[in-house]
T-cell receptor
Framework: DSGVTQTPKHLITATGQRVTLRCSPRSGDLSVYWYQQSLDQGLQFLIQ???????AKGNILERFSAQQFPDLHSELNLSSLELGDSALYFCASSQDSPYGYTFGSGTRLTVV | AQSVTQLGSHVSVSEGALVLLRCNYS??????LFWYVQYPNQGLQLLLKYTTGATLVKGINGFEAEFKKSETSFHLTKPSAHMSDAAEYFC??????????????FGSGTRLQVQP
């Protein structure tokens, strides 16, 4: 157990729908990062939150959004889903240091 | 912009043989460097990292990597492969810049197969 909890582990939904992925960071970690892993794009950084505020943005589509709540858990919202959004979505958390961070086990999203 | 190149999407070695996974980065200043391992249906686990100091870095499970600034490389090695090392390995970099902006840029990954 890495200490980073992601729910749900698996999600199957239809095109056009909206889903919410949840991440609870490791205790004491203020930063949360979201990554997408797909066969064609590899591991792509989506967005980072630090203590409730957006800190950095990567290749996140406009249909996707995220937020970090006062208890530091984060949610990634994916809307108007397309088949190409099928991927593994990882959350990672860290303290404010350069020493890498801890990944959750991911949410596998399948859009049918 | 940073980029990471991992040479060889698939590497196959015999059990007991040397493992060498290659990683080259492109960055205006030497970044922080990481190797992660991903076992099937699992998340990414940090193997080792280079931030500063000694350029030969030892990690978990007998892996090590050497930062070579002149070659912009951070190759991962293990003297003797074990069956349990079969997994996908990712090299990654992050910026030394703004405190807190630590997003990782990943390479495309190398799948390591270990033959008995």
């Amino acid at each position: 157990d890495s200490g980073v909890t992601q729910t749900p582990k698996h999600l199957i939904t239809a095109t056009g729908q909206r889903v919410t992925l949840r991440c609870s960071p490791r205790s004491g970690d203020l930063s949360v990062y979201w990554y997408q892993q797909s066969l064609d794009q590899g591991l792509q950084f989506l967005i980072q939150y630090y203590n409730g505020e957006e800190r950095a943005k990567g290749n996140i589509l406009e249909r996707f959004s995220a937020q970090q709540f006062p208890d530091l858990h984060s949610e990634l919202n994916l809307s108007s889903l397309e088949l190409g959004d099928s991927a593994l979505y990882f959350c990672a958390s860290s303290q404010d240091s350069p020493y890498g961070y801890t990944f959750g086990s991911g949410t596998r999203l399948t859009v049918v | 912009a940073q980029s990471v190149t991992q040479l060889g999407s698939h590497v196959s070695v015999s059990e007991g043989a040397l493992v060498l996974l290659r990683c080259n980065y492109s960055s205006s200043v030497p970044p922080y460097l990481f190797w992660y391992v991903q076992y099937p249906n699992q998340g990414l686990q940090l193997l080792l990292k280079y931030t500063t100091g000694a350029t030969l870095v030892k990690g978990i499970n007998g892996f090590e990597a050497e930062f070579k600034k002149s070659e912009t490389s951070f190759h991962l090695t293990k003297p003797s492969a074990h069956m349990s090392d079969a997994a996908e390995y990712f090299c990654a970099v992050s910026d030394r810049g703004d405190t807190g902006r630590r997003a990782l840029t990943f390479g495309s990954g190398t799948r390591l197969q270990v033959q008995p």
